[in-house]
């Protein structure tokens, strides 16, 4: 199973270290890859890429180290589509490198999928199927503007086991995540929000845990009154918040 971790913040934390620290605990043999985007405080997305395990990860981070930000997705790889590569690695950005997306399980139909965008224009890099959903979100971002709505219908259009998390340039403050017979877990903190697919990626910094079930998905966001969580189902009805 890949390890995933995202993470929003209100307080004076840097959401890259929660998100190594918690790729950390989730770390395992087979790990072959690994990733981390952070959403930059003045704007944009900033990613870096690695060939194998974390300890490839901080070496590209020393050399080439990410800005500052408050919210940060990241993971760990154990590759289905692609070879063991950076290009192959996630987080898969879309053409235009305004969204980034994290990925366990597989996507069945990603070979027709990959298809349809070619032929839309799309041009997908990597190997792997993770990248269709990214230009998918992309495409469903630019009709509706919201990155939850986004998901749902991206989500709708996918056939398989998957677990995602992904950010938007032009939603800064926020991070999606979605799950289909894959593990995906939220972790409520003080003016922070954590999701992982094990909970032991935010063990003793969320006071309060819950299970995602199938096709539902959550947006974690901070604005000007703090940080706040909300689940829906596949049609957009509010579950939880």
Known sequence: MCGMVGYVGAQARSALDVVLVGLGRLERPGHDSSGVAVLAEDGGIAAARAAGGLAALHGVL????????GSAIGHLRRATHGAPSEGNAHPQLDNAGRVAVV?????ANHAALRAELAARG???ASETDTEVVAHLLAEQFSSCEDLGEA????CRSL???????AVHADEPFTVV??????PLVVGLGDGELFVASEGVAFDGLARDVVGLADDQVV???RDVDGVGCEIT???GSVVTA
């Open 233 to 235: 189902d596949a049609g």
């Open 151 to 154: 998901m749902r219908q991206v």
């Open 219 to 221: 947006v974690l966001r």
């Open 62 to 69: 020393r050399e080439r180290p990410l800005p500052t930000g």
């Open 122 to 124: 799309h041009a997908l």
């Open 177 to 182: 995540g979605a799950r289909r017979g894959r």
């Open 159 to 165: 056939v398989g086991e998957f677990a995602l998390l």
């Open 103 to 107: 990925h366990d399980g597989e996507i």
